[in-house]
T-cell receptor, first 114, second 113 residues
Framework: NAGVTQTPKFQVLKTGQSMTLQCAQD?????MYWYRQDPGMGLRLIYY???????DKGEVPNGYNVSRLNKREFSLRLESAAPSQTSVYFC?????????????FGSGTQLSVL | DAKTTQPPSMDCAEGRAANLPCNHS???????VYWYRQIHSQGPQYIIH?????ETNEMASLIITEDRKSSTLILPHATLRDTAVYYC??????????????WGLGTSLAVNP
């Protein structure tokens, strides 16, 4: 059981290049998330998808787009990368329900934008 | 969602209990207390959560004070592999489309041999 799988693990981009970070989960979870983590700061939510077919902005959505391709997959796209987007990106998933929010995270993508 | 306060760092001897405190004095009656940890370079890992009663699972115990203004995560027999940043988060149950958890900087726990 793989859980949440992210690809790639590392990526270096030049300013202005585009790329897509891929995320897939095999736990049949309804909700999926993209976070970024910068030194000295807590994790910040970029976008999330409460269920298949829906997406919503989080705290820091500017410069990003997302696609909830199906129940398993949730991708994050940088259309024109900027140095400020250098960060570690984590994908997560959770059950959809009215109770506690228990997140399962992938192993992260370390992105450098030069 | 209520804010939390955690010490920035703690040390613990291997084999001893690690007691990680969290202050959440403005917690509301329906807010859960969650604990996650992040081992260096990995994604955060869920540990435990609770509402009012103390909770225990295979990883840790969570002690919540009667007034719910603070809590303690207990790792009963810390190992070197428990060296990580531990995050305490409080949040109300899912309502509408709000799925956000507020992540602070956590407590960096060093387990020493």
């Amino acid at each position: 059981n793989a859980g949440v799988t992210q690809t790639p693990k590392f990526q270096v981009l030049k300013t202005g290049q585009s790329m897509t970070l891929q995320c897939a989960q095999d736990m049949n979870h309804n909700s999926m998330y993209w976070y970024r983590q910068d030194p000295g700061m807590g994790l910040r939510l970029i976008y999330y998808s409460a269920s298949e077919g829906t997406t919503d902005k989080g705290e820091v959505p500017n410069g990003y787009n997302v696609s909830r391709l199906n129940k398993r997959e949730f991708s994050l796209r940088l259309e024109s990368a900027a140095p400020s987007q250098t960060s570690v990106y984590f994908c997560a998933s959770s059950e959809q329900g009215t109770g506690a929010l228990k997140l399962f995270f992938g192993s992260g993508t370390q992105l450098s934008v030069l | 969602d209520a804010k939390t306060t955690q010490p920035p760092s703690m040390d613990c001897a291997e084999g001893r209990a690690a007691n990680l405190p969290c202050n959440h004095s403005t917690i509301s009656g329906n807010e859960y207390v969650y604990w996650y940890r992040q081992i260096h370079s990995q994604g955060p890992q869920y540990i435990i959560h609770g509402l009012k009663n103390n909770e225990t699972n295979e990883m840790a115990s969570l002690i919540i004070t009667e007034d719910r203004k603070s809590s303690t995560l207990i790792l009963p027999h810390a190992t070197l592999r428990d060296t990580a940043v531990y995050y305490c988060i409080v949040r109300a149950p899912y309502a509408g489309n709000n799925r956000k958890l507020i992540w602070g900087l956590g407590t960096s726990l060093a387990v020493n041999p």
